[in-house]
């Protein structure tokens, strides 16, 4: 047990003072979450004037609204760009020393996993904490803060997962980016994070509602701002839990060079044979 959990610090600590040294992503991080909060919520602050929703018991403006699918957007990002340190960690050969050592296979991705989500929810600090001083203040301390961080923790480890799933199956550096296209864009904007499921719905986009109703991401963004209120956030735990079980299982079954599509340490970088 000593050696294994000198093993998971000395994975995570590696991955803090990488991030440490790279001052760039945490602006990139940064910028892209705070456009959205302070030009685009600007245009629609009152839309919902129309209707008092759960779990919210009065109006309120729109950059309250987005704030907790910011955060979502946060740790979608830091989950994904995980999945290309990967990749690169592989194709240099670095994923395959750390494959090899003498400990599970699934323990080395758990710490590699808890590495991501612990720079996801830095960064979601540090988005909490520019989003209060323009203005925008969520509801973070009181009796139902350890639920807040709860809800946090997992959805940074579902995505860190997801994350960890999809560096299993894209094997090079240049197919990251079309892969990510289809991953990041739909998962974001077929959810509540921008947009209540009662507006897709009244809107006709029956498609859309049905997409977002089953997208885990949505369960994730609905868990942290029904905790952020106090509010019981219903089956949302469960999807949330479950679906980063699942993809953290197929990731380590992914990984397993006798059964899995990365059959790590039988190949060189990049795949090669």
Known sequence: MKHALQAWWAIVQRELLK??????????????????????????????GMA??????????????????????VLL???????????????????????????????????????TAVLSLLQAA????????????????????????????CMALMLGALGLLLSVYVQQLENFAGTM???????YFMSTALYPLWKLEESG????????????????????RYALYDKDPGLAPWVVVG????????AAW???PQRGFGALTRRGPGGAP
């Not at 919210?56 to 907790?68: E, G, R, S, V």
């Not at 994923?95 to 050592?101: D, E, G, P």
């Not at 904490?129 to 809800?151: C, E, F, N, S």
Request: hydrophobic share 60%.
């Open 19 to 48: 991030f440490s040294r790279q001052t760039g992503r945490l602006v990139s991080a940064l910028v892209r979450p705070l456009l959205w909060l302070a030009v685009f919520a600007a245009g629609f602050r009152n839309v919902f």
């Open 52 to 73: 008092i929703a759960e779990p919210y018991d009065t109006y309120i403006p729109y950059d309250l609204y987005i704030a907790p699918g910011l955060v979502g957007m």
């Open 77 to 115: 990002f830091n989950g994904m760009q995980s999945s290309l340190a990967m990749v690169y960690d592989r194709e240099m050969g670095l994923m395959r020393l750390l494959l090899t050592a003498p400990l599970p296979r699934w323990w080395i991705l758990a710490a590699k996993l808890s590495a």
């Open 126 to 153: 540090a988005f909490l904490a520019v989003a209060a001083a323009l203005g925008t203040v969520l509801p973070l301390w009181g009796p139902h803060t350890p639920h807040v961080l709860l809800a946090a923790v």
């Open 181 to 187: 296209n289809f991953v990041i864009f739909p998962m």
């Open 205 to 224: 986009a029956a498609w859309v509602w049905w997409i977002a109703r089953f997208n885990p991401f949505t369960h994730a963004v609905e868990w942290l």
């Open 243 to 250: 679906t980063g079980l699942l993809c953290f299982g197929l």
């Open 254 to 256: 992914g990984y397993d």
